[in-house]
């Protein structure tokens, strides 16, 4: 990747940080909104509701004793008398009569009402109550009432329907009311209703609805043969976001600044340690390290790996998993390899002269391999050190063989050339084993996080056996990374791997000390 394209990406990256922010604090204020319409409209039918039921409750009690009471004649003074006892107890009724054949014989209004004939009732209610709406008297002018009355006695309770809903006057939007639920029959209300509402509720004590442009609650009794709405107009959520927006839209781009200040500042952390790295090429501050590589059936040290490290001038050390991939991104690659090739050459010409068998690996990366610098370079170490075949050993990660062409055309010039191939980090790819075969290699590297995996539960354990049984198809020596155990190393030498690497035989070490050691081992043999 180069600057330019970095530079388009952390652009578009920035935008997405601020924007999204932004698009999810309106989607939240949207949401909040609706959330408070739609508490709003749930608390004012479960008022609705709970006022209803509070006069059910006292219709029922003031009937219950009315027909406890027993009189032989309804309409007696003496229970007429205890009619207007039960109505004064009562806040929430209107008044108490007795209702035949469709008339109000007597009530404890006094005779104003009595004797009027009603016609039929609405509907005989679930609960064996005759419910009539909306009814009228001449004495009692404009007024309407809702009148109950038990089917067994007669008795009757007359409310007046506003009481329930007389709630949110002063907010002519909002419509409410309660209607019959079995029947689905409006008793009172105010206000914009569908009869649609009644269906909606189903079998559930509660529903919740936006229909007709309108959000809807309804809530069932579970008491009475009853359910209360309340409705206001969906256009409320609307208005309503800017309400939510206002608090957090700037939140939102707040979060989207420190987000795209985020993305900015590694942006440059990139490119810092890309100007760092040129820097560090420039005052060599890279240096090689050797793991040995071990003859798993002898012990012997048969080769190392070079491995590069960078210290800073201030000492701090930075681990190449971290700048090797910026080194990729940022076209310096290359110069470090060709440093690498440098500071093991000097090293490897000492070394192959008491060692002639001793190789020594150096890691490719794909960048490398599409440049015809590197074989030179590579060439120009062989020769330099007076390498013998088996001595310099190049290291291709199994992800760098991605392309086939380069691929075939650069091991076939590097074996050309006496230099052994090793294919990295196995089984981290996906190459095939009809595509491994066409390319000619030596080594297979079995990747560390499979020898870790040797003898122990995980899933992928059985993954490592494949990887043997493909080496072992494809004519490969295998090298095992990363061995700590001896159990992992007994279980590879036992499957036929040769070579391994791992804390358990050395841990990487400057050239001066593989050297002492290598001296060492000498003398012991
Ligand atoms: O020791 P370790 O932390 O040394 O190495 C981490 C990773 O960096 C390994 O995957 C190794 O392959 C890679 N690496 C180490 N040295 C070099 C090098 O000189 N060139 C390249 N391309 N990769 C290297
Ligand atoms: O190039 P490659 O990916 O093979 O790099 C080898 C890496 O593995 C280096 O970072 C090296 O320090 C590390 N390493 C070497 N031996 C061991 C080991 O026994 N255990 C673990 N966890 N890491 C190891
Ligand atoms: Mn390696």
Request: glycine share 6%; hydrophobic share 45%; charged share 25%.
């Amino acid at each position: 990747m180069n600057k330019k394209n970095a530079i388009v990406i952390a652009v578009i990256i920035g935008i997405i940080a601020i924007t999204a922010p932004i698009l999810i604090s309106l989607y939240l204020a949207r949401q909040q909104s609706f959330n408070e319409q739609s508490n709003k409209v749930i608390s004012i039918a479960d008022e609705v509701l709970r006022r209803s039921e509070k006069i059910g409750e006292q219709a029922d009690a003031a009937i219950k004793e009315l027909e406890d009471a027993g009189a032989t004649d309804p309409c007696s003074d003496e229970n007429i008398r205890l009619m207007r006892a039960l109505d004064m107890k009562s806040d929430q009724l209107q008044t108490l009569g007795y209702i035949e054949d469709d008339r109000v014989m007597c009530s404890a209004y006094g005779p104003s009402i009595a004797r009027t004939s009603l016609g039929p009732p609405d509907y005989l209610s679930e609960m064996g109550v005759y419910v009539r709406i909306g009814v009228s008297f001449p004495s009692t002018g404009e007024m309407k009432f809702l009148i109950f009355t038990r089917k067994k006695s007669g008795y009757s309770a007359l409310i007046h329907p506003g009481l329930p809903i007389d709630i949110f006057k002063n907010d002519p939007e909002i419509s409410l009311g309660v209607f019959g639920f079995t029947v689905g029959k409006l008793m009172t209300s105010r206000g914009a209703f569908e009869h649609r509402w009644v269906q909606a509720l189903g079998n559930r004590y509660h529903a919740e609805i936006v229909e007709h442009g309108r959000l809807v609650a309804i809530r069932r009794s579970k008491k009475y043969d009853i359910a209360a709405y309340a409705s206001v107009p969906a256009a409320r959520v609307e208005e309503g976001i800017v309400n939510f927006a206002v608090v957090l839209v700037p939140v939102g781009i707040i979060a989207g600044i420190i987000l795209a200040l985020t993305v900015l500042y590694m942006a440059r952390q990139q490119l810092s340690l890309a100007a760092a790295l040129k820097t560090a090429l420039r005052r060599n501050e890279f240096f090689l390290v050797y793991q040995p590589v071990v003859d798993l059936k002898t012990g012997n040290w048969v080769g190392a790996e070079s491995l590069i490290r960078w210290q800073r001038s201030n000492g701090e050390m930075v681990r190449p998993d971290l700048f090797i991939p910026v080194a990729e991104d940022t076209g310096f690659i290359q110069r470090i390899t060709e440093r690498v090739i440098e500071l093991a050459a000097g090293d490897a010409a000492r070394l192959f002269k008491s060692n002639p068998d001793f190789n020594i690996g150096i890691n490719l990366s794909s960048t490398d391999l599409h440049s015809r610098k590197t074989i030179d370079l590579l060439n120009g170490f062989a020769r330099q050190t007076n390498a013998l075949p088996n001595n310099l050993v190049v290291e291709i990660t199994e992800r760098s063989f991605l392309d086939p062409e380069i691929a075939r055309d650069v091991v076939r010039e590097l074996r050309g050339n006496n230099i052994r191939v090793s294919i990295d980090d196995f089984g981290t790819g996906y190459s095939s084993l009809s595509y491994l075969e066409t390319l000619e290699l030596d080594f297979l590297k079995i990747d560390k996080s499979f020898v870790g995996t040797i003898e122990t539960e995980a899933a992928t354990s059985q993954v490592i056996l494949h990887i043997i049984e493909m080496a072992k198809a494809l004519n490969l020596e295998m090298v095992a990374e990363g061995v700590e155990t001896e159990e992992q190393a007994q279980f590879l030498r036992e499957r036929g791997v040769k070579y391994a690497q791992g804390w358990l035989f050395s841990k990487p070490m400057i050239f001066s000390e593989l050297m002492v050691n290598l001296e060492d081992k000498e003398k012991q043999v």
